[in-house]
């Protein structure tokens, strides 16, 4: 039986521009095509947990607009519950802006949209989405105030709280104290810490800190290098996987969906970390956000041949 899990998040439309390389301020260049797919770290991150086996609930919020109408069908279409996917008549949908380079780097440009509507009396009213709710999932692309609230109701139901604070921007203390796992980037971790990662052995400095801050286990994401953990009791790196890389937009989503899928099935820390790990890795290997997201079986049969 599968594990429920919330997430609560942004959707954004993304314009992807393939570049020769990126560009200097005030200087144009040429993009070689226009791709347009559905993303938003939300909904990323709520498709990502659902092709590797959970149920999923995922609150969010669209514009009435064109976009907005499409990515509701789809959203339906993959399974997702149509009353949470709420509806703004005044502010269009979330769009995304993204170059993507020779090598898959990207640089993106995000212009919020409705995202920056989803409010804390539309949790409310959400309320009873949140009962026997295994895992709750949320990030930095809604109002801070419903991250919060968010974060607060996961508890109150003593659901497992992973938080991914992306964009970065400043957290309290009480947001950091409800946070179960706070999974940033090293630039991230390193932007709500106020120190700076010189070398590889900066890493366990940098969680200590954010343990310190009330968060109760860290998980820095490090893309070509793998990933660190840090808790209380314990400490453990993680090399990345070599693939080809092709697009690293989604990445980080694939890996919060397999942490929190792993997680709220109940796997050992380590466990939960590789198959995460796996994940991200495979999201960069596709062109896009979600058409990039890998499913549970392709995941599992990569790191059993790994294993061998």
Known sequence: MSTKILVLGSSNVDLILRVPRFHHPGETIRADNLTTVFGGKGANQAIASKRLGAEVTFITRLGNDYYGKSYRRYLIEKGLNQKSILADKKVPTGMAFIELDPKGE?????????????SVDDLRRCDPLFGKIKAFVTQLEIPIETVRMGLKMAKRYAALSLLNPSPSRPLSAEILSLTDFLVPNELEAQSLTGLKMRKDQDLPR?????????????????????????NRDEEIRIKAFRVKVVDTTAAGDAFMGGLACALSEGKPIREALIFANTAGAFATTKLGAQPSLPFKKEVETFIKNQSK
């Open 106 to 118: 990207n640089r993106i440009v995000v212009s919020p949209g409705s995202n920056s509507s989803l």
């Open 206 to 230: 940098i969680a200590a800190r954010l343990l310190k801050m009330g968060v109760k286990n860290v998980v820095i994401t490090l893309g070509p290098k793998g990933l660190f953990f840090k």
